[in-house]
């Protein structure tokens, strides 16, 4: 009955922005660490950011940071992933999770997964 929803992807042209929302449903969701991975056609699966339960300390793969940022809203049940200075190499299909550390997360260890959303960047 847990459930994540992304939402948000789509097509971009290099440079350009987007942000992903995913909406939790059936846990609570104060107490877990959030986070987004990615795939690309033929790639395994990429850590791309966690966050804490607090919101604190927000983590990222060194292939997004400065780029990415995560952040969350307990009151509204839902994680967030502003993308900025979008790269082609970004394309792939985004997967929010939900787990009981930032650590786990990082590793591609996680509770649950999402459906993912498509996220594409022209160059």
């Known amino acids: 009955q847990v459930q994540l929803v992304e939402s948000g992807g789509g097509l971009v042209q290099a440079g350009g922005s987007l942000r992903l929302s995913c909406a939790a449903s059936?846990?609570?969701?104060?107490?877990?660490?959030m986070g987004w991975a990615r795939q690309a056609p033929g790639k395994e699966r990429e850590f791309v950011a966690t966050i804490r339960w607090s919101g604190i300390n927000p983590y990222y793969a060194d292939s997004v940071k400065g780029r990415f940022t995560i952040s969350r809203d307990n009151t509204k049940n839902t994680v967030y992933l502003q993308m900025n200075s979008l790269k082609p190499e970004d394309t792939a299909v985004y997967y929010c999770?939900?787990?009981?550390?930032?650590?786990?997360?990082?590793?591609?260890?996680?509770?649950?997964w999402g459906q993912g959303t498509q996220v594409t960047v022209s160059s």
């Open positions: 059936g846990l609570t969701f104060s107490n877990y660490a």
């Open positions: 999770s939900a787990g009981t550390s930032v650590f786990d997360l990082a590793r591609g260890k996680s509770d649950y």
